[in-house]
């Protein structure tokens, strides 16, 4: 069965750098999230989409921004990067009938 | 204090045996209660999903939850060295964002 798809699966950056992220979410969910997993820590969620639509906001800096694009695939924006977003970044879909998130395997960006 | 709160751990159990995880919650309007598995540097994968009170069952893996209690709990019967992971509880209310206990780690020796 297919799965969510995140790329890339490892990301490097300088501080003050920008970052995408991007998730493909699995065939006819639509509704996306994602999560910061710092080291050590529980998932902490950032923003959900739902029918492209930004549906709820968490702890998500105002230097990082998201969107759902009209085939459902999400991007997150990371800008001035800062040492403390290292962490693994993980998108989540789940098909809004049903309450119930499947995760890709995340991407780990690390900044130095 | 957390809205999720797991038993700290680490927990050990030997081969065979049966591991017994719990996790409270604050938010008694919490709906929907789920138990991820996540191996180190891996991504969370879904255990087990229960949305009323009582026992649900799924192979080895029983989820038990009490909303008088807020309490959610599971179990692992015929517990193998595979099993060996952190296990997160997390909550949805009527938003349907996932809230995290800080997970416990089992380890099943063989």
């Known amino acids: 069965a297919a799965g969510v798809i995140q790329s890339p699966r490892h990301l490097i950056k300088e501080k003050r750098e920008t970052a995408t992220l991007k998730c493909y979410p699995i065939?006819?969910?639509?509704?996306v999230y994602w999560y910061q997993q710092g080291p050590g820590q529980d998932p902490q969620f950032l923003i959900s989409?739902?029918?492209?639509?930004?549906?709820d906001k968490g702890s998500i800096p105002d230097r990082f921004s998201a969107q759902q694009f009209s085939d459902y695939h999400s991007e997150l924006n990371m800008s001035s990067l800062e040492l403390g977003d290292s962490a693994l970044y993980f998108c989540?879909?789940?098909?809004?009938?049903?309450?119930?998130?499947?995760f890709g395997a995340g991407t780990r960006l690390s900044v130095l | 204090q957390k809205e999720v709160e797991q038993n700290s751990g680490p927990l050990s159990v030997p081969e065979g045996a049966i591991a017994s995880l719990n996790c409270t919650y604050s938010?008694?309007?919490?709906?929907?209660f789920f138990w991820y598995r996540q191996y180190s540097g891996k991504s969370p994968e879904l255990i087990m999903s229960?949305?009323?009170?009582g026992d649900k069952e799924d192979g080895r893996f029983t989820a038990q939850l009490n909303k008088a209690s807020q309490y959610v709990s599971l179990l692992i019967r015929d517990s193998q060295p595979s099993d060996s992971a952190t296990y997160l509880c997390?909550?949805?209310?009527?938003?349907?964002?996932?809230?995290f206990g800080s997970g416990t780690q089992l380890t099943v020796l063989p």
């Open positions: 989540a879909s789940s098909p809004s009938i049903k309450n119930i998130q499947y």
């Open positions: 065939p006819r969910h639509d509704t």
């Open positions: 989409f739902y029918e492209k639509m930004q549906s």
């Open positions: 938010d008694r309007g919490s709906q929907s």
């Open positions: 229960i949305y009323s009170n």
């Open positions: 997390a909550v949805t209310g009527s938003a349907r964002q996932l809230t």
